[in-house]
């Protein structure tokens, strides 16, 4: 179990620019989900997927933001047109269904929109 | 709907000393409440969950919560504080079936001085 892995672990760029972030989850997770965290606040649900199904999407998932499985392993989170509104902590966690369903976070990305 | 309120943002005690960490809850159905751990540059950890099995949940590294449904409130509680329990904590509430998605408080940053 080599846990949830974010990359990049931190990104900087300029208003305008697109991004994409990956998240690896935990192999035999088939659910993902992705949070954005902002300074002084507690995570918020953005959206998730069961294996490459996209379940959810919160209404805060503007359609400059993009997310994909597409294989029902790893995803990528897609910001075009960054604004500085976007800078936050971005969040990957990972599951598996059942009764006594986990979440297990990674360490995110900060994203700094200058 | 559901959402979560974190009295205080910023809790001090002596190390040894009890530590209380307070988080009401607002919920249509019945809640799944949780309390995360999160240390600088790392991902959010699971403390414990309720799951409406039994009203006082024990979890890790000492911390144990009560649900109250009278009070509508989830405190997490330690009885003596270490150094090493110095970090930001997140209460969160869900639905039965709304697996990892989840509403955070606020946060609340615990320091632990020697």
């Known amino acids: 179990d080599t846990g949830v892995s974010q990359d990049p672990r931190h990104k900087i760029t300029k208003r305008g620019q697109n991004v994409t972030f990956r998240c690896d989850p935990i192999s035999e997770h088939n659910r993902l989900y992705w949070y954005r965290q902002t300074l002084g606040q507690g995570p918020e649900f953005l959206t998730y997927f069961q294996n490459e199904a996209q379940l959810e999407k919160s209404r805060l998932l503007s359609d400059r933001f993009s997310a994909e499985r597409p294989k029902g392993s790893f995803s990528t989170l897609e910001i075009q047109r960054t604004e500085q509104g976007d800078s936050a902590m971005y969040l990957c966690?990972?599951?598996?269904?059942?009764?006594?369903?986990?979440?297990?976070f990674g360490s995110g990305t900060q994203l700094s929109v200058l | 709907a559901q959402s979560v309120t974190q009295l205080g943002s910023h809790v001090s005690v002596s190390e040894g000393a009890l530590v209380l960490l307070r988080c009401n809850y607002s919920s249509s159905v019945p809640p799944y409440l949780f309390w995360y751990v999160q240390y600088p540059n790392q991902g959010l950890q699971l403390l414990l969950k309720?799951?409406?099995?039994?009203?006082l949940v024990k979890g890790i590294n000492g911390f144990e919560a009560e649900f109250k449904k009278s009070e509508t409130s989830f405190h997490l509680t330690k009885p003596s504080a270490h150094m090493s329990d110095a970090a930001e904590y997140f209460c969160?509430?869900?639905?039965?079936?709304?697996?990892?998605?989840?509403?955070f408080g606020q946060g609340t940053e615990l320091s632990v001085k020697p």
């Open positions: 969160a509430v869900s639905g039965s079936n709304q697996g990892g998605k989840l509403i």
């Open positions: 966690a990972s599951s598996r269904t059942g009764a006594n369903e986990k979440l297990f």
């Open positions: 309720y799951t409406s099995a039994a009203t």
